[in-house]
């Protein structure tokens, strides 16, 4: 083996008293054997350190409040990420988004936003129902029922009848059962997620009736996609000037945040002491109802 006649080499050079083979580079079984035990020790003892090293990174719970180094460990990639989907953002996305405000009436673009929140409630039943949440499974279950028959969930006549609305995703599910989030994590076009909540989108992602109700239409599935992003990036207009600074680390603690937040809230925790302190004027300017309808537009995006 190329280790151990390296090794073999450097005794060679400073011990004069080697046996008349080690002259010639040859190694006896027993000094071999020697040497790939340690090289194998060492390699294990290496591996044990990798492995350790990710089960901590993958064993963090995310939030706000807590050094970079430990809920953003891979941060100089998140960065990298994050001026990459703002480059594409403020070139194209941004300004499709000001146009589809300024062109389509604000009845359009709610009437669409609700029929997408409509759309969601299924899965939103089946994500509280493994939660272990039957009777707000049974409200959403009412919702979708009522919108569904009354408006073709166009309109949200439920509201007025005491049933809200519970966006669930299944990265929430995951955490409502304590799985950890793992680091903070921006993905390219779909922006601030984590290790978990990457997976649930995945998740997600394969649980959106327009998967399959357009399974055969290729062209109407994927214009819902982009509109989709378009409406969500659009209610993120009136907000996005209240960011000022570095609105990456900015981006990262809201999201992080409002996730501990959600995941706390739906297992019935006190909020009191969730929230960490933020710059003044964000917070002054930021108020608890733009935070709920600008949440699910982040991995929207």
């Not at 272990?132 to 073709?152: C, E, H, Q, V």
């Not at 929430?172 to 984590?194: A, D, H, I």
């Not at 997976?199 to 357009?214: E, F, I, N």
Request: hydrophobic content about 35%; proline content about 5%.
């Amino acid at each position: 083996m190329a280790s151990s006649s390296l090794v073999y080499a450097e005794n060679l050079a400073t011990n004069e008293s080697l046996p008349t083979e080690a002259s010639v580079g040859l190694t006896t079984p027993s000094t071999e054997a020697e040497v790939d035990s340690t090289d194998s020790g060492s390699e294990t003892a290496e591996y044990r350190k990798t492995l350790t090293a990710w089960k901590e990174k993958l064993n963090v719970n995310a939030s706000a409040s807590q050094e970079d180094e430990q809920k953003d460990p891979f941060q100089s990639w998140n960065r990298k990420v994050f001026q990459f989907n703002d480059a594409i953002d403020r070139s194209v996305v941004r300004p499709s988004a000001v146009q589809y405000t300024e062109k389509v009436p604000e009845d359009v673009r709610d009437t669409y936003s609700q029929f997408l929140s409509n759309m969601n409630e299924p899965w939103n039943i089946v994500n509280q129902l493994i939660q272990g949440r039957p009777t707000r499974a049974a409200k959403s279950l009412g919702r979708f029922t009522i919108n569904t028959l009354t408006t073709l969930g166009l309109a949200d006549p439920a509201r007025r009848l005491g049933l809200s609305n519970e966006e669930e995703r299944f990265g929430m599910t995951l955490g409502y059962y304590g799985v950890p989030s793992g680091p903070y994590l921006v993905l390219p076009v779909f922006g601030p997620s984590t290790i978990r909540d990457g997976l649930g989108m995945a998740v997600d992602s394969q649980a959106r009736p327009q998967k399959y109700l357009l399974e055969d239409q290729e062209g109407y599935y994927w214009g819902d996609q982009l509109w989709r992003g378009l409406d969500a990036r659009s209610r993120l207009l009136e907000i996005e000037g209240v960011l000022t600074g570095d609105k990456y680390a900015q981006i990262r603690d809201i999201y992080l945040q409002r996730t501990s937040f959600t995941i706390a809230e739906k297992k019935g925790l006190e909020a009191e002491n969730l929230f960490t302190d933020f710059d003044d004027e964000f917070e002054d300017d930021i108020e608890e109802d733009s935070f709920n309808e600008a949440e699910p537009s982040f991995q929207d995006l």
